[in-house]
């Protein structure tokens, strides 16, 4: 009599799934040259918002897994901040990156893809790159022609501004809250609309923006 074997293996589900960065408006995603309103009679339209995400990675009980090094996020660029990517449903993991640039980044002269100075987001070699920018036509800024020009950035100590960020339980999307921050004054325009260097300013900013950061 023969018997047959059959050797069962079992593999562990690997999906092929999409993670999109993104700037929101409480619910909303921000879109360009459209009026938000905040507090009881202001109103802002965003010009530009871009950001950077460093050192993506999943981390489960088995192992860690690098998801991305660098990811450039820009509202007017629809197919910009998506990751296409193999990896184990967030369910299973945590999800840990860099709000910003790690310092190699601003040092290591590769001017290339998500990090080309075209993109509008490189200052020069002594300051590196702008982590978060913020451009708009705000009814409560202090300029003459209502801009609100914000441009966070800083690798140095004691001007840092990037921002490690662990999340459990991500489903497909991870984004910025910007209401919150004007609601609640962070962002005041009437006092300060410009911050265009690394110094105090864009690190306070910085950090409560990475406590702004939410997911789907």
Known sequence: MRYLFVLVLFIPVITIAQLTFEFRWGNERILPNTQYHYAVN???SFE???????????????KREKIADVCFVDFEDSISGILNQKYIPMNNGKLIFTLG????YHVNM?????????LGMYWAWNTGYIHVKIVAKCSE????????DYHLGGYLKPNATMHQIELDNVSSTI???LLPLFEMEIIKPSVISR???PG???NRIMKSLSTAIRHD
Not at 48 to 62: F, H
Not at 141 to 146: A, D, F, L, R, T
């Open 195 to 197: 911050v265009v260097l």
């Open 42 to 44: 202001n109103s802002i």
């Open 48 to 62: 530009e918002l871009k950001l950077y995400i460093s050192d993506i990675y999943l981390v489960t009980d088995a």
């Open 200 to 202: 105090k300013e864009a």
């Open 110 to 118: 590769d001017y290339e893809g998500d990090l080309d100075p075209v």
């Open 101 to 104: 640039l790690d310092s190699i």
């Open 175 to 177: 984004y910025i809250d």
């Open 141 to 148: 800024s202090i300029e003459k022609n209502g801009l609100l």
